[in-house]
């Protein structure tokens, strides 16, 4: 019994393995889809009978042949708009290429204005047969800008960062959505911390043109001002019809930084780092920073180093990386200062730092084994073992009920 029931486990393995092989090799592997395009597209207008027309390309990634479906997805009204001048590929093993093409006719249909997008979708689409697939798309959007019947001007503004006594640009972009030209005017304001207006920059008569754009020259001078953050609020009015805002924060830079931590805890007895953390507040790169950190130590014991030179990016922060021997020293409440040299320039700051005993360090107590084994780990193999020996009593249970359904019944004898 016992040797039949082996062959029929082996017999049972060999048939489980054929089993997942012809399920691998009967599966479609999983792939993917691309779309590409030559354009860059931001948006096009909704005008009266304007066209327009895009280069795009299906790329597949499988290694064979195989089908693939174009199409657009989006807003119904505008949909109708807009076709595709291949719509399928069929057993396509490279580049596929087909065209978009929008046409808009003269009399334009109601729709709110805004910004709008339809979808280039390419998917791909089984040729047959069995097994398991998985199918994938991609896609790219077209924007569609529908315009107000009248003028209707938005507005967006940048400020650089820049030092004090700067000439800065002010980038200030008027754009009309709308399908008549307009005459714009208004101011950018400048605002400082306090949210106060420090200065006014004026501008009137831009004219811009329908669904175009303009771009507002204007100078900042920063004379004067102080270190720190700023706003700058663009005020925009339309002949009369309309108006909008834009704003923006941008940062004027002195040469000089913050000291922002240090680390406030050594150990006596021991060779300890010392960090510094320092943030720029120049619109330049500092060069040459360092630091030398002095301390004194309740007892009048002097003890210093310095940080290696470091160079420090605009705006950003660094850490200061020096060693304090402190093998000789006692424990206490110490006082010192730090100072952080940049640029021909120095800043100091008074610290206090708590010098403690060195900490010893325990051996941490024995895990419990079971059998030279970690508790984990016996607790694991125990588990495993019960499966194991589950499993194999459902086996020959399986076996034994098999081999006696296959033994013919014994008749009974007439008396």
Not at 31 to 40: D, L, M
Not at 191 to 202: M, Q, R
Request: aromatic share 12%; charged share 20%; with cysteine.
């Amino acid at each position: 019994m016992f040797l039949k029931f082996n062959i029929a486990s082996e017999k049972l393995k060999i048939f489980l393995i054929l089993l997942v092989l012809l399920f691998i090799f009967n599966s479609e592997s999983s792939f993917g889809v691309g779309i590409g395009s030559s354009q860059i597209i931001k948006y096009i207008d909704m005008l009266p009978e304007a066209s327009y027309s895009f280069n795009y390309f299906v790329s597949p990634t499988r290694s064979y042949p195989f089908n693939y479906r174009v199409y657009l997805e989006g807003d119904e009204t505008l949909l109708k708009f807009f076709s595709v001048s291949q719509s399928f590929f069929s057993n396509l093993t490279g580049r596929g290429y087909f065209n978009v093409n929008v046409a808009f006719p003269q009399e334009l249909p109601p729709i709110d204005p805004g910004l709008y997008t339809i979808w280039v979708t390419v998917k791909e689409e089984p040729i047959g047969g069995g097994g398991i697939s998985a199918i994938s798309a991609a896609r790219m959007p077209i924007n569609v800008r529908v315009l107000y019947a009248d003028a209707y001007i938005k507005a967006s503004i940048a400020v650089p960062n820049g030092n004090v006594g700067d000439l800065l640009s002010v980038n200030l972009k008027l754009e009309n959505w709308g399908r008549q030209r307009t005459t714009c005017y208004g101011s950018v304001k400048i605002l400082d911390g306090s949210h106060t207006v420090i200065k006014a920059l004026p501008f009137e008569d831009v004219l811009v043109e329908a669904a175009s754009s303009e771009n507002v020259p204007l100078v900042l001078d920063t004379t004067g001002f102080l270190q720190g953050e700023y706003t700058a609020i663009a005020e925009v009015y339309w002949e009369g019809k309309g108006s909008t805002t834009a704003s923006t924060t941008f940062l004027i830079g002195n040469l000089d930084l913050n000291i922002k931590s240090y680390t406030e805890e050594l150990k006596a007895g021991e060779i300890n780092p010392f960090e510094i953390v320092v943030e720029s507040l120049w619109n330049n790169p500092m060069e040459d920073v360092y630091a030398e950190i002095k301390l004194e130590s309740p007892d009048g014991k002097q003890f210093s180093t310095k940080t290696p030179t470091y160079t420090l990016d605009p705006w950003k922060e660094l850490t200061l990386k020096g060693y304090v021997d402190l093998t000789e020293a006692t424990t206490g409440r110490y006082k010192g200062k730090v100072i952080v040299h940049f640029d021909g320039k120095s800043k100091e700051k008074n610290i206090k730092v708590d010098v403690t005993s060195k900490e010893v360090v325990e051996a941490p107590a024995p895990a419990p084994t079971v059998l030279g084994l970690s508790t984990g780990v016996f607790i694991g193999l125990l588990v495993a073992i019960i499966a194991l020996i589950a499993l194999n009593v459902f086996v020959v249970l399986y076996f034994i009920r098999r081999e006696k359904s296959k033994k013919p019944k014994r008749s009974r004898r007439r008396k």
